[in-house]
C-alpha cells in the first residue's frame, strides 16, 4: 500500500471515530502538499465540516491529532484554514521504499485469465503507398495505450486493419501496369510499398493533366469551368479505367485478382519492415477484402430485423433521427458497401474471434461522426460493447513546413522521418562526445534508440486530441522535455550503479532521509497513479510527463548531493537504493511509451 492510501485510508477511520461518518473515496482528497507549506501531503476537510459540527480549522485540529496517535507513519501536522498538512517520518518513507525496491513492475498491474478483454485497433494503412508521418502518430499512440492498458490489468489484443481494396488502390495498379514496364522491388531497389506508392502519385499526375485537357475543351463548347470541370473529372479515360477494373475486382476477375496479391505483397513487405523500425507490431490483422462483405450480410440481417430501411432505388439506410442525428447510408442503389459497413463487416470478425469486452479505435479525429455512428449501430446490431466503444480520437500532426498530400507526393514517408532522427541522433551524440570511447556498432545502436526515443516521445508527450507541430531538431535536445534527456538520466544512474562496489539490499528503518530524498521516494509512489490515470484518460501524455517530473526531481538531487562519494555508508546505501529504482520506473515507464532506455550514452 503506498502513502497516498495508508492516510487516505487512516483519515478515513478517523472521521468516523470522531464523527461516526462514513467517508466515500471521492470525500478523502489527498493532494500533494504545495511548496509554501510544511508538510508532504494535504488533506482537505471541508467535507467533513457539517458532520464534525465545527469550524474548518478545528476539524484539521482534530484529524490531524488523531492520526498522529493512531497512524505511525505521520509524524507531525500543520493546519492552514480547511488543509490538514501532514508530514511523514522517515520510517514509512524507508518502508515505502523497500516495498518498491521488491515490486519489479511497481505501480502496474498484472493481467488474469478473467481480466477484462480490450482490443484496440491501430495502423490502418491503405495498401497504396507507403506509412507517413501521420500514420506514425497513429501506430505510436495505438502501441503505447496497449501497454498502457495491460499495465492496468487488462488483457490486450492488438489488431490492425489494412485498406487493401477499393478504387484507391485499383489506381496504382493500373499506373503500374500503364507505365510501369514490370517494374519489381527487386530490379528498381526500392521497398514494395514506396514502389506501388509512386505508381499512386504517377496515376494522379496523368490524371490531372487528362482533366485538365478535358476541361479545357469542354469549356470551348460553352461550358461553365465549374461544369467541364466536373464532366472532365468523370469523363477523364483513366479515371473510368480504374473503375472498371474495380468492377472487375469485385466480379473475381483473375487476372485482376492476380495482378492484385503481387502488388499487396510487395506492400505487405514493406509494412513489416517500417513496423519493425518503429517497434510496433500486431496479434491480429484484418482485410478489407474479407470483411465487406461480411459487413454487407450483416446489415441484410439488421434489415430483415427492421432496424434498417430500404429505399426505393433499392439502397439501405440507418435512421439515426431519434438519437439526434441524420439517416445514414449502408448499402448504395448498386449493393455495393460504404465503410460504415466494411467497418460492422470487420466487428463482426472480431467478435467472432474474441470474447472483447472493450473495443478501442485509434483514428484521427475527421471520423468523429463516423465512429459516433458506428457505436449505435453496432449496439442495434447486439454487439455487447458497441454503445461503450472508445474512438481514441487524435489531432493531425506537421511538419514545420506543412500539411501533406500522398497524392501529390509531398507525403513525410515515414522511413525517411526515422531514418533521418536516427542520422541525427548520431550527429548530436558526437558532437556532444557522449560516443566517446565506443565501438562503432555501440554508436550505431545508441544513435538508433536515442533517435526512435525522441521521435516517439516527442509525439507521445502531447495531449494526443491536440494538433502538433513535429520539430525533429527540437525533439533531440539532451535538455529540457524530451526523450534523450530521460535516456540521458537513465544511462547515467546505471553508470552509477556499476560503478558502486557493491549492490545494496533492503534499507533500515532507522535511515534517515532528506527533503530531497523524500521528494523522490513521494514522486517514484506515484508512478501506479500516473499509470492509472492513464488508463482511464486514454492519454500516453501522462506516462510521457510523469517520466520527465521524475527525471526532473533526480537531477536536481543528484545535483545537491553525490552518491558515490558520500562518505556515510549508510546515507550511500540508501541513495544507491532510490537511484536504481528511479532507473527502474524511468525505464518501465518509457516502455509504456515504446521507448527503449540504453544502458550508456
Known amino acids: 500500500m503506498n502513502i497516498e492510501a495508508l492516510i487516505s485510508k487512516a483519515a478515513g477511520e478517523a472521521v468516523k ?111 497504396n503507398k507507403p506509412l507517413h508521418l501521420g500514420h506514425v502518430r497513429n501506430n505510436l499512440l495505438g502501441w503505447s495505450l496497449a501497454q498502457i492498458m495491460q499495465a492496468n490489468g487488462n488483457r490486450v489484443v492488438k489488431t490492425n486493419i489494412v485498406n487493401d481494396r477499393g478504387i484507391h488502390i485499383c489506381k496504382s495498379m493500373l499506373a503500374w501496369l500503364k507505365y510501369g514496364n514490370g517494374e519489381t522491388p527487386e530490379t528498381s531497389g526500392k521497398k514494395g510499398d514506396h514502389l506501388i506508392g509512386d505508381y499512386y502519385v504517377a496515376f494522379d499526375k496523368h490524371y490531372r493533366q ?16 465549374e461544369e467541364a470541370e466536373k464532366k472532365a473529372k468523370e469523363e477523364a479515360p483513366l479515371i473510368k479505367e480504374a473503375h472498371d477494373m474495380l468492377v472487375k475486382w469485385e466480379q473475381g476477375d483473375a487476372e485482376v485478382r492476380a495482378l492484385w496479391e503481387k502488388m499487396n505483397a510487395w506492400v505487405y513487405a514493406g509494412f513489416d519492415e517500417t513496423y519493425k523500425k518503429m517497434g510496433v507490431s500486431f496479434d491480429k490483422i484484418y482485410y478489407e477484402s474479407q470483411t465487406y462483405l461480411k459487413g454487407k450480410a450483416k446489415v441484410e440481417e ?133 560516443f566517446d570511447d565506443m565501438t562503432e556498432d555501440e554508436r550505431r ?36 522535455n524530451t526523450g534523450p534527456f530521460i535516456q540521458y538520466t537513465y544511462a547515467r544512474i546505471r553508470s552509477i550503479l556499476r560503478k558502486a562496489q557493491n549492490s545494496p539490499g533492503s534499507l533500515s528503518s532507522s535511515s534517515s532521509l532528506n527533503d530531497k530524498e523524500v521528494e ?50 549508510q546515507k550511500r546505501q540508501t541513495r544507491l537504493v532510490i537511484a536504481r529504482n528511479v532507473a527502474k520506473i524511468l525505464k518501465n515507464g518509457m516502455a509504456l511509451l515504446g521507448i527503449e532506455v540504453p544502458e550508456r550514452m
Open 520 to 569: 523522490l521516494i513521494q514522486k517514484m509512489s506515484e508512478y501506479g497513479t500516473a499509470v492509472e490515470q492513464a488508463g482511464k484518460d486514454y492519454s500516453p501524455s501522462g506516462i510521457a510527463n510523469y517520466c520527465y517530473e521524475l527525471t526532473k526531481v533526480f537531477n536536481q538531487f543528484y545535483h545537491d548531493y553525490s552518491i558515490l562519494n558520500e562518505p556515510d555508508e
Open 302 to 434: 439488421g434489415l430483415q430485423k427492421g432496424l434498417f430501411e430500404r429505399h426505393a432505388d433499392g439502397s439501405v439506410w440507418a435512421d439515426l433521427t431519434d438519437e439526434g442525428l441524420d439517416q445514414k447510408l449502408l448499402l448504395r442503389s448498386d449493393g455495393t458497401s460504404v465503410y460504415m459497413t466494411q467497418d460492422i463487416g470487420t466487428a463482426e470478425m472480431r467478435f467472432k474471434d474474441y470474447p472483447i469486452d472493450k473495443m478501442i479505435y485509434v483514428v484521427g479525429n475527421e471520423q468523429n461522426y463516423h465512429f459516433q455512428v458506428l457505436s449505435i449501430l453496432l449496439d442495434r446490431l447486439g454487439f455487447k460493447w458497441g454503445k461503450e466503444l472508445v474512438h481514441f480520437s487524435y489531432g493531425m500532426v506537421e511538419l514545420p513546413n506543412g500539411k501533406m498530400k500522398s497524392r501529390e507526393g509531398t507525403v513525410v514517408d515515414a522511413d525517411d522521418l526515422m531514418e533521418l532522427m536516427v542520422e541525427d541522433a548520431y550527429k548530436t551524440s558526437m558532437e556532444l562526445g557522449k
Open 210 to 225: 487528362e482533366v485538365k485537357e478535358l476541361q479545357a475543351k469542354y469549356e470551348a463548347e460553352g461550358m461553365t469551368a
Open 445 to 480: 545502436e545508441i544513435a538508433r534508440i536515442v533517435g526512435m526515443g525522441a521521435l516517439k516521445y516527442f509525439i507521445l508527450k502531447v495531449d494526443a486530441r491536440k494538433n502538433m507541430l513535429f520539430n525533429p531538431e527540437e525533439s533531440i535536445d539532451f535538455n529540457g
Open 17 to 127: 471515530a470522531l464523527y461516526g461518518m462514513d467517508a466515500t473515496e471521492k470525500m478523502l482528497q489527498l493532494q500533494k502538499t504545495r511548496s509554501e507549506f510544511e508538510g508532504n501531503l494535504t488533506l482537505v476537510v471541508f467535507p467533513f465540516v457539517k458532520a464534525a459540527r465545527k469550524s474548518p480549522e478545528q476539524t484539521a485540529q482534530e484529524i490531524g491529532e488523531y492520526l498522529l496517535e493512531h497512524c505511525e507513519a505521520v509524524e507531525k501536522f500543520n493546519v492552514v484554514k480547511g488543509f490538514l498538512n501532514l508530514s511523514m517520518g522517515d520510517r514509512a518513507w524507508i518502508q515505502l521504499l523497500n516495498a518498491i525496491d521488491c515490486d519489479t513492475h511497481y505501480g502496474e498491474k498484472q493481467a488474469t485469465d478473467a481480466s477484462p478483454l480490450v482490443m484496440i485497433e491501430y495502423s490502418s494503412p491503405n495498401t
